[in-house]
């Protein structure tokens, strides 16, 4: 099976997981670790492309386990994320991914941020190398091993 055929197998996947625990999906530090995450796929590569973020933006409008939180509060953290991240990459990336760690303690939200990333970030067709470094990094953040999800 092409690689590209595997990844749109795999972001199904795991969004009919995240969709099946969505009821268990309602917490703030979800909500705010999601808008992290997401926020660290699109702007992986240091850059925040204009296309990017639209398209991000979009997935995160539409996506099933998001719909628990109002629209506009979750573009406004997604957009808050990305102003760290641009302001200055480094300490951004640092600053977002501890917003991502604390989910840490509950499993089900840690595992469910780590499929948002991978969902997010394979949503295009290319899971690619910075995505994936930025969503292994994001794994270590809620102590969960990158191996679990082949990263």
Same mark, same amino acid.
Request: net charge neutral.
């Given at each position: 099976m092409p690689i590209w055929d595997r990844l749109r197998t795999s972001t199904q996947t795991m969004q009919g997981q995240l969709t099946a625990k969505k009821n268990e999906l309602k917490s /703030? +530090?979800?909500r705010d670790a999601s808008m992290a995450m997401c926020a660290l796929v699109a702007a992986a590569d240091g850059? %925040?492309?204009p296309a990017e973020r639209q398209? @991000? +933006?979009s997935l995160i409008a539409t996506n099933e386990v998001l719909t628990n939180f109002p629209s506009d509060d979750l573009h406004r953290r997604f957009d808050g994320?990305?102003?760290k991240l641009q302001q200055d990459f480094a300490l951004g990336k640092v600053s977002v991914l501890q917003e991502v760690g604390k989910v840490k303690k509950k499993p089900t939200e840690a595992r469910a941020v780590i499929q948002i /990333? %991978? @969902?997010i970030g394979g949503a295009d067709g290319n899971f690619d190398k910075t995505e994936q470094a930025v969503v292994r990094e994001a794994c270590f953040a809620v /102590? %969960?091993?990158p191996d679990e999800f082949d990263l």
């Open positions: /703030g +530090a979800f850059t %925040i492309d398209r @991000v +933006a994320y990305l102003a /990333g %991978i @969902v /102590g %969960i091993s």
